[in-house]
Structure formats: structure tokens, C-alpha cells
């Protein structure tokens, strides 16, 4: 089905970490998770949200009675107005749209619609998932999407409840169904201390991993603590402050490992 509006809170330029080439990403608003490690805390609630003196560069509105809201309603052809400014950037570097949030596939249908456009318009497109929807919803926009980056956190169930706030069973289920179709896929591995990047999740990974069909690539993606002012001003709990990141040697270190796997690894996006 159509849908014309959705609700997102960002549109990124040129950005090189969102997928191949040079890419526009559009931030949706709305996650059904709720990881420990968010770096995008501004995306999980599904509305528009208010926030007091809001700095963020989330803000789109040009009307001041909405610079203290988080995400906007928007309009189909006012995103992709935005998205075809860049449209020589994309030709030369083979680069497109990446639709991230939050998680895209909560508002389906106007994805639907947007990737739709895209098509028309010959424009790559990618979308950033965490596969926690239907089959269903997949089903409906596989055929019109060129990539799927598509994150892995935890293998264990249970611990992927407690540290993400769902279970991992359709996520898992959704990412093999897109391998056996022969989608392309970048899979997109947080490194959190402690958390994900503990001996036993990294093999049970890499065994996950070894089954599927098509990854393209993997993106080792290391804990960084650049969402601690959003905490802060939006005065949510954060429970990774204390983390510290993983150090530049570490993170080759786990390049190499996953290297085994026969597949290209990039650490960051
Ligand atoms: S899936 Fe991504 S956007 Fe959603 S809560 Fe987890 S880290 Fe945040």
C-alpha cells in the first residue's frame, strides 16, 4: 500500500558510512528496540517528541513554532526533493539513498513509496534495518530495494532481550529468508565492551554468519560515546557511559578474525 506522509527527524548529506559510494540518509523516526548502546536515542520514539532548547541538527522545521520538536511529518516528494539534489553525487560514486533510523520498515508503506520513487528515478537505494518486522512487510519491498544493511547484535536469545528489549528469533529468521533470495547484503555488527564483543557472542557470530548466502560485507561498528550529550539533554537513562571504546589495534585485531570468514570487513560503517 501507498502511504504519501511518514514521520522522519534527519536527512544527512554525503554521507560515506551508510552504505556504498557517496548517499543521502534519511533518518525515519520510531524503533521497535531499545539497545543499551544507541547512539541515535532521538529515534526511538515513533512521534514527534519536544524537547527544551533543541540544538540537534535533527531539526528540518524552518518554522520556529517547531525548532524544539524532534521529527517531522513529511511529504513523499519533500523527500525526495531533497534526495535529488544529489543526484550527480550518486552517478559518480555509485552511490544512492540509504533509509536508516530508527527502523524504516515501521512505517512500511510510505518506504513503500519512497522506494518506489527512487525506482522511477533510477536511484540506488539501501535500507538499514534491524529486521525486527514481519515476513510480510520484507515481502513487500525486496524487490525494490538494491541493498539491505542489515544489523546482527547477539546471537543468545536472552541476552539479546535484555540488552535490546526484543528477542532476536524474527530478526534471525528475516535475515536468512533474504540470503536464500539472493538479496545483497552488508551486515552491520556493533562492538559494545562487554556486551556484544565478548568471546562467546563473536563465535557464535561468525558461525551465524557462515550459513548465510550473498553478505557483500560486514561493518564492524565500535562503541564511540558521541550520544552522551543527547542523553543528557534528553534526559534519558544511559546505561553505557561507562564503556570505553575499543582501541584501533583491537578493532584490526577482530577485522582479521572475521576475515576467515571469506568476506570483505570494514571496520566502521
Ligand atoms: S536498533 Fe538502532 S536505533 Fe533502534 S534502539 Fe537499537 S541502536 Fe537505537
Known amino acids: 500500500m501507498m502511504q504519501n506522509t511518514g514521520y522522519i527527524f534527519d536527512i544527512k548529506k554525503y554521507s560515506v558510512n551508510d552504505g556504498p559510494g557517496i548517499r543521502t540518509t534519511v533518518f525515519f523516526k520510531g524503533c521497535p528496540l531499545n539497545c543499551w548502546w544507541c547512539h541515535n536515542p532521538e529515534s526511538q520514539r ?109 546471537i543468545d536469545d536472552k541476552l539479546h532481550y535484555k540488552y535490546c528489549g526484543v528477542s532476536n528469533k524474527m530478526i534471525h529468521e528475516n535475515l536468512k529468508m533474504l540470503s536464500s533470495q539472493g538479496e545483497k547484503i552488508i551486515l552491520r555488527l556493533p562492538i559494545i565492551p562487554t556486551i556484544t564483543d565478548t568471546e562467546q557472542n563473536i563465535f557464535e557470530t561468525m558461525s551465524f554468519i557462515s550459513a548465510l548466502k550473498n553478505i557483500q560485507e560486514i561493518d564492524l561498528l565500535p562503541y564511540h560515546q558521541s550520544a552522551k550529550s543527547k542523553y543528557e539533554r534528553m534526559q534519558k537513562e544511559n546505561k553505557v557511559a561507562e564503556l570505553i571504546p575499543p582501541t584501533k589495534e583491537y578493532m584490526n585485531e577482530l577485522r582479521n578474525k572475521f576475515l576467515q570468514l571469506d568476506i570483505p570487513v570494514k571496520i566502521g560503517g
Open 46 to 154: 515513533g512521534e514527534p517528541e519536544k524537547v527544551d532548547q533543541c540544538t540537534f541538527r535533527w531539526n528540518l522545521s524552518n518554522d520556529y513554532s517547531k525548532r524544539n520538536s524532534i521529527g517531522s511529518q513529511v511529504l513523499v516528494e519533500e523527500v525526495m526533493k531533497e534526495v535529488e539534489k544529489d543526484l550527480p553525487f550518486y552517478e559518480e560514486s555509485n552511490g544512492g539513498v540509504t533509509f536508516s533510523g530508527g527502523e524504516p520498515m515501521l512505517q512500511v508503506d510510505f518506504l513503500h513509496s519512497l522506494l518506489l520513487e527512487c525506482k522511477k528515478k533510477d536511484i540506488q537505494t539501501a535500507i538499514d534495518t534491524t529486521g525486527f518486522t514481519s515476513i510480510n512487510d520484507f515481502e513487500k519491498i525486496y524487490d525494490i530495494t538494491d541493498i539491505f544493511l542489515y544489523d546482527l547484535k547477539l
